[in-house]
């Protein structure tokens, strides 16, 4: 703040002084400095940019006595001002969205207006120091949100340190919050090739820790581009004495979330990624515990592995395969999914793809086949795609089983270099083989969802 109320006394002394200079020279000089300010004013709107945007959501469900119907409006905002003030060291980030549920939605609670982002920030303070003041996330914390002040402090060119404190972003309707209190502090190193940073910080609500936790993420891109690797994980601090054997036992750190991804191009004709996710899906917090209730509150932790494979025999046509592997830790199933598929690209500014997916479902068997073409032109692309889908429960051996059609068109254009619009369009049309199946909420066997998406914006 302090900064903030200093710009405005020097921005008088400065216009003064060049008052004072315009009424003491001579014409051609002054003419000099007008054309100057004129091209300052272009620059400064060169630094100005964002977009406005209008977003509708309509789904229409048959199988509900329209219960199920939604309409929805999203208006979307961004902002950024790259020389705030005329100066080139202070920056103003703006980016939320509103949203208006006309009639019902999908839950009475979902709050109306979100901020993700609201700030200044004033770079290379006495050389070292980028100083940002509202709401951040911080790039070099990993989901770490703070409605305050981020302090990063350059040691050298790669390397610095930083330091926040605030309110915390309230976790349930994105308001600012007062029970929601948060600081910490955080390292970095990052440069084009390789980079890490490790932070720790403590969530309060209501005046009590929430949640205390460390973060670590590092990653590896070799400047071949052949591969790269990222990794990063979180440590939370078990603060719960009540349960002794929770996580193996009170006053304990343990990884809550744990993440992998590994991507290589050993040729140029073949590619592949590895993901390995290790997660709780809900982390033990005061602030969750109170607004579902305790006895409601259950954690979920869960581990997620994928590989992909792709080889090209030729350039514009690629075949690949992978797998998925989901599992849950309170009941020790699994859930598998393998697939296979085959594309091709910029075919004639075409795109094709077949997809042949089986995924075993914890209790189900499922069943995919999808076809798809997209064109792509100077200002617009479009997409169609037909998808074929079987679900045979095998719940206590029941032959439950549905099966289900879903036709997609989507697509993007251009009407001006500024104006812009995307719209998608789904019909689902499903089908219940066994009236006694674990979908029997139905109040029909058959059902169709009618879902449409458009977004008109404009960017500047």
């Known amino acids: 703040m302090n900064g903030m109320r200093f710009v405005k006394p020097v921005r008088l002394l400065l216009g003064g002084a060049l008052l004072c200079a315009a009424l003491a020279t001579p014409a051609h000089a002054a003419d000099e400095m007008e054309s100057a300010y004129e091209a300052r004013k272009e620059t400064a709107a060169d630094a100005l940019h964002g977009r406005i945007a209008y977003g509708g959501l309509w789904v229409n469900d048959s199988s509900d006595q329209g219960n199920r119907d939604l309409s929805i409006s999203h208006i979307y905002y961004r902002l950024v001002s790259e020389r705030l003030f005329g100066r080139d060291d202070v920056e103003l980030n703006v980016d939320g969205r509103y949203r208006i549920a006309h009639g019902r939605d999908w839950n009475s609670k979902i709050p109306a207006n979100r901020l993700l982002m609201a700030n200044v920030k004033i770079r290379k303070i006495a050389d070292t120091v980028d100083l ?4 951040s996330f911080m790039e070099e914390f990993v989901t770490q949100g703070v409605d305050g002040a981020d302090a990063k402090i350059w040691l050298t060119k790669y390397t610095g340190v ?28 990052k440069t084009d090739l390789v980079g890490g940073s490790l932070g720790y910080a403590i969530d309060n609500f209501k005046g009590a820790t929430d949640r205390e936790r460390a973060n670590a993420a590092l990653y590896v891109m070799p400047a071949t581009q052949w591969w790269h690797l990222m990794a990063s994980m979180d440590a939370d601090h078990d603060f719960d004495a009540e349960d002794p054997n929770d996580h193996g036992g009170v006053n304990k750190w343990f990884a809550s979330n744990t993440l992998l991804h590994f991507t290589a191009r050993p040729k140029e004709w073949l590619s592949l990624s590895a993901t390995y996710n290790d997660f709780m899906a809900i982390n033990r917090e005061l602030s969750i515990e109170e607004a579902v209730g305790e006895e409601s509150y259950t954690e979920e932790r869960y581990s997620v592995s994928r590989l992909r494979v792709e080889v090209r025999p030729i350039k514009v046509v690629g075949l690949y395969g992978g797998f998925d592997n989901r599992w849950r830790e309170h009941d020790g199933r699994n859930a598998n999914q393998y697939y296979v598929g085959a594309r091709a690209y910029n075919f004639y500014n075409t795109t094709w793809d077949v997809r042949y997916a089986n995924l075993e479902w914890f209790t189900s068997d499922v069943q995919v086949y999808t076809g798809s073409v997209g064109l ?10 037909v998808t074929r889908l079987t679900n045979q429960q095998q719940e206590s051996g029941s032959a439950n089983e549905m099966s289900q059609w879903i036709y997609e068109a989507s697509g993007a254009f251009w009407l001006t270099k500024h104006l812009y619009g995307t719209l998608s369009f789904s019909y689902s049309q499903e089908e219940f083989l066994d009236v006694d199946s674990i979908y029997a909420s139905r109040y029909d066997t058959n059902f169709t969802t009618t879902t449409f998406y458009g977004q008109l914006g404009y960017r500047f």
């Open 162 to 189: 930083g330091l926040f404190g605030g309110l915390r972003p309230d976790p349930f309707t994105d308001a600012v919050n007062p029970d929601f209190t948060t600081y910490g502090v955080y390292a970095f190193s």
């Open 132 to 135: 940002t003041l509202g709401r």
């Open 376 to 385: 792509a032109l100077d200002r617009a692309d479009a997409t169609l795609t």
